[in-house]
């Protein structure tokens, strides 16, 4: 994992970027993390104020991280102990709710009123935005739609795989990278990763072209969950099977039959800001507004 700290102009434009590796030690990771501040502000200006992006859920009261994809930063002050090793004022938000806020505000999701970010990779994380502004809850839960179970799955849709939630059926189970990669090999006795399966979509293989088409089908009943849940006016993805082919048309055109509004108006979109989303959308849980321009 990496630690990756970035300043940005009015006009949202990168000025510069630092990069880290994460350290282990939870007080190494602290100091890995002013000094990735104090990097950053060398090439640009210093700042009263930052905005940390990171995995897990998030108590917004005490600032406390309580599950981590770095496990020395899981049960800690995150938030105060940040600000202090930095001495700048710090708000925290989980990571794929910066990447919705930044896809938001000019992003794919610009100009419309709710906003869920879908990150869709080796796991399944989601933010939800509302007129700008991330939609937290108490627990740090929401937008945790990859530990919900499938909705309307039949029998041999997925395997079934232990889940750190403690489900076996969860979406993240079923339709998140590793998924795409075990139904391959199911339907076509053949081992590719997803980078793979993609090319060879792409390219008309046959039976790639029929993996994709069974895997569409059972995300089209993923976000039938997302969307009876939030009712988003767009749902922006994110991730690294963000670029399948034929993702965008394929999945909308298969959810109506799901849906209880037939058809459902949400939007299903490739997201804009790529792999930066995450440091946009920290650098702007200070502004409470759109970049310029």
């Given at each position: 994992?990496?630690?990756?700290?970035?300043?940005?102009?009015?006009?949202?434009?990168?000025?510069?970027?630092?990069?880290?590796?994460?350290?282990?030690?939870?007080?190494?990771?602290?100091?890995?993390?002013?000094?990735?501040?104090?990097?950053?502000?060398?090439?640009?200006?210093?700042?009263?104020?930052?905005?940390?992006?990171?995995?897990?859920?998030?108590?917004?009261?005490?600032?406390?991280?309580?599950?981590?994809?770095?496990?020395?930063?899981?049960?800690?002050?995150?938030?105060?102990?940040?600000?202090?090793?930095?001495?700048?004022?710090?708000?925290?938000?989980?990571?794929?709710?910066?990447?919705?806020?930044?896809?938001?505000?000019?992003?794919?999701?610009?100009?419309?009123?709710?906003?869920?970010?879908?990150?869709?990779?080796?796991?399944?994380?989601?933010?939800?935005?509302?007129?700008?502004?991330?939609?937290?809850?108490?627990?740090?839960?929401?937008?945790?739609?990859?530990?919900?179970?499938?909705?309307?799955?039949?029998?041999?849709e997925g395997e079934p795989g232990e889940c750190v939630c403690g489900q076996s059926i969860?979406?993240?189970?079923?339709?998140?990278?590793?998924?795409?990669?075990?139904?391959?090999?199911?339907?076509?006795?053949?081992?590719?990763?997803?980078?793979?399966?993609?090319?060879?979509?792409?390219?008309?293989?046959?039976?790639?072209?029929?993996?994709?088409?069974?895997?569409?089908?059972?995300?089209?009943?993923?976000?039938?969950?997302?969307?009876?849940?939030?009712?988003?006016?767009?749902?922006?993805?994110?991730?690294?099977?963000?670029?399948?082919?034929?993702?965008?048309?394929?999945?909308?055109?298969?959810?109506?039959?799901?849906?209880?509004a037939k058809p459902p108006k949400t939007k299903f979109v490739s997201a804009k800001h790529g792999p930066i989303a995450g440091l946009r959308g920290a650098a702007s849980l200070w502004?409470?507004?759109?970049?310029?321009?």
């Open positions: 994992t990496k630690i990756a700290g970035a300043a940005f102009n009015a006009k949202g434009e990168m000025l510069h970027q630092e990069i880290v590796s994460t350290p282990k030690d939870y007080d190494m990771f602290l100091d890995a993390v002013a000094g990735v501040v104090s990097a950053v502000e060398m090439r640009t200006e210093r700042v009263d104020r930052i905005g940390v992006s990171t995995a897990g859920m998030i108590d917004q009261e005490t600032g406390v991280i309580l599950s981590a994809s770095i496990p020395c930063t899981r049960g800690k002050t995150y938030r105060d102990d940040i600000a202090i090793a930095t001495g700048r004022e710090t708000r925290l938000a989980n990571d794929a709710s910066c990447m919705t806020l930044a896809e938001a505000i000019d992003g794919a999701g610009k100009g419309y009123p709710s906003v869920l970010g879908l990150i869709l990779g080796t796991g399944i994380g989601s933010g939800f935005v509302v007129n700008q502004q991330i939609v937290d809850g108490p627990n740090g839960l929401t937008g945790e739609i990859g530990h919900l179970p499938l909705a309307f799955r039949e029998e041999g969860c979406m993240e189970s079923l339709v998140a990278g590793p998924a795409l990669k075990h139904l391959y090999t199911k339907m076509t006795g053949k081992v590719a990763d997803n980078p793979q399966i993609a090319t060879l979509a792409s390219t008309g293989d046959a039976a790639a072209l029929a993996v994709l088409d069974r895997y569409y089908e059972m995300l089209a009943k993923a976000m039938i969950t997302a969307i009876h849940s939030f009712d988003p006016h767009v749902i922006v993805v994110s991730g690294g099977l963000m670029g399948l082919p034929g993702l965008y048309d394929a999945v909308p055109a298969k959810w109506s039959k799901y849906c209880l502004r409470g507004m759109a970049f310029e321009g």
